[in-house]
């Protein structure tokens, strides 16, 4: 597998407090990596290292196969777009073009049609949305054509709508322009809706990455059943295959039964048992996360 982007035990300390602790982070080309971690557990200080905004403690980042270089192919939008609210859109993005040498006709116009502010470029962004800024920031960030995509939080604080506009247009990214990027997020549903890998940082260590197809075989689905005897519903089970566990007072759990729920229900409402409910609870993202980081913050 081909890595666009790799770090090797990349650490950043500042004083007493370790920020990052020896990250070793794989983004396989042409895919949406989604970067995942609480508050303060050194999510923001990888990507400003990875974007040569804030120099490694230690560790080596490499870029295109190029070790500690390779800066200028990354585009980046971290913490804030940057934005200068007294100029339009328009004007915002052929500054950006002045400065990274880019062909301001070449570049402005195609790339508002992009993220799609085309018919508000002459707006000044004081006059956008939350969403039209994130988009007008990831404008600013694909100036200069870099081959990967590095965004901090870019849909937080966004409405449902501005949150489908952004995941759209980052998927369009991927498949017409063929970029890599690195994303983080707290809306881990969002997320998991885009990313292809995921890697989840915890107290400045990476705790695992897995992909999303690996992820999803390995989260389980449960059969919840409601009924009006516990002990009988776990006895029936007991001399099959499942494994049933009590969970509240008139509550079954069947793990990784999903696709054999008609079959339970049948045999448990066969056998006499009353069956009040039955649904199935899939494990989601957010499960995993937490199972692996220890359980909700305190």
């Not at 199935?280 to 980081?293: A, F, V």
Request: hydrophobic fraction near 40%.
């Amino acid at each position: 597998m081909e890595y666009v982007l790799e770090t090797e035990k990349l650490t950043k300390q500042y004083g007493a407090q370790l920020a990052a602790d020896s990250i070793s982070l794989h983004i396989p080309r042409g895919t949406i990596y989604g970067f995942i971690g609480r508050n303060g557990a050194g999510k923001t200080t990888c990507m400003k290292m990875i974007c040569g905004l804030t120099h490694p403690t230690s560790g080596t980042i490499r870029i295109l196969g190029l070790q500690n270089s390779g800066y200028d192919r990354i585009g980046s939008l971290i913490e804030d777009p940057g934005l200068y609210y007294n100029m339009t859109a328009a004007q915002n993005l052929r500054c950006r073009c002045i400065l990274t040498g880019s062909d301001p006709k070449k570049t402005v116009m195609p790339l508002l049609e992009t993220v799609g502010l085309a018919n508000a470029a002459n707006k000044n962004p004081s006059d956008y949305s939350l969403g039209m800024r994130q988009r007008l920031g990831i404008a600013l960030a694909l100036v200069g054509d870099p081959e990967i995509l590095v965004l901090d939080e870019p849909i937080n604080g966004l409405d449902p709508q501005g949150i489908v506009q952004v995941r759209d247009m980052l998927r369009s990214l991927v498949q017409e322009r063929n970029l890599t990027i690195m994303i983080s997020s707290h809306i881990l549903g969002e997320l998991e809706k885009l990313a292809d890998v995921f890697g989840i940082i915890h107290k400045g260590r990476l705790m695992k990455e897995i992909p999303a197809a690996e992820l999803s075989a390995s989260t389980s689905n449960t059969l919840e059943i409601r009924t009006d005897d516990t002990a009988k519903v776990c006895s029936m089970l007991a001399e099959t295959a499942f494994s049933a566990s009590v969970t509240g007072a008139d509550t079954v759990q069947i793990r990784n039964a999903a696709d054999r729920s008609i079959e339970i229900n049948r045999m448990l409402i066969q056998g006499g048992c009353g069956i009040i409910e039955s649904r199935i609870i899939r494990s989601e993202l957010e499960d995993y996360y937490l199972e692996l980081t220890g359980g909700a913050e305190k």
